[in-house]
């Protein structure tokens, strides 16, 4: 999948979009990173197709949704419109939507449980169509929350690859609220490494340049650039 990042971007940026891209490049400057080492990923979720079609034609590519059926009802058209759009799953997956996730999606961010795996591993081999795959951590242990625990990652990323035959690109993570999200961010790194993973999802409006310096290749944007929901 070829990145999305600012030098890939056309003229003239709605002001959300222009601002996340000079971030992203201050932000790979600083960490002296390549900017097309990250990927921006817009959050669409609950925005129609009118609210995101300016973002499209500025040249953003990739995009973000949190439901299976609300991403089926809005991007086909889109899609079908703008050629090119890579399609990611940020939000946690239901076994039983998986034959729908496979076909629509081109990234899965939520892969956090064996259930979840079994389906993948089905649609996949059945659609022979493979979505990039992210393991989900649960960096914070939060009981609300849907993730891998830290102490369970690698034996599940063991199993994804060995028991189901899944081939994991990376981690993601989603820091608590309350928490400062660095210590969150390198150790999903640090779990990344030691799994030998290059991918990392991680960081959102409020502290994607932080994620940046810390290795994050994908950031999850959402209300910087399109506004509040």
Partial sequence: MTPQNPAQMTAPLPNGLASVAQEIARACREARRDPASVTLIAVSKTFDADVIRPTIEAGQRVFGENRVQEAKAKWPGLMSAYPGIALHLIGSLQSNKAKEAVALFDAIHSVDRPSICEALAKEITSQKR???????????????????????ADAFIAACRDKYGLRISGLMCIPPVDDPPAPHFALTAAIAARNGLKNLSMGMSADFTIAIQLGATHVRVGSAIFGHR
């Fill in 130 to 152: 493979a979505p990039e795959l992210f393991v989900q951590l649960n960096t914070g242990e939060e009981p609300q929350k849907a993730g891998v625990a830290p102490g369970e």
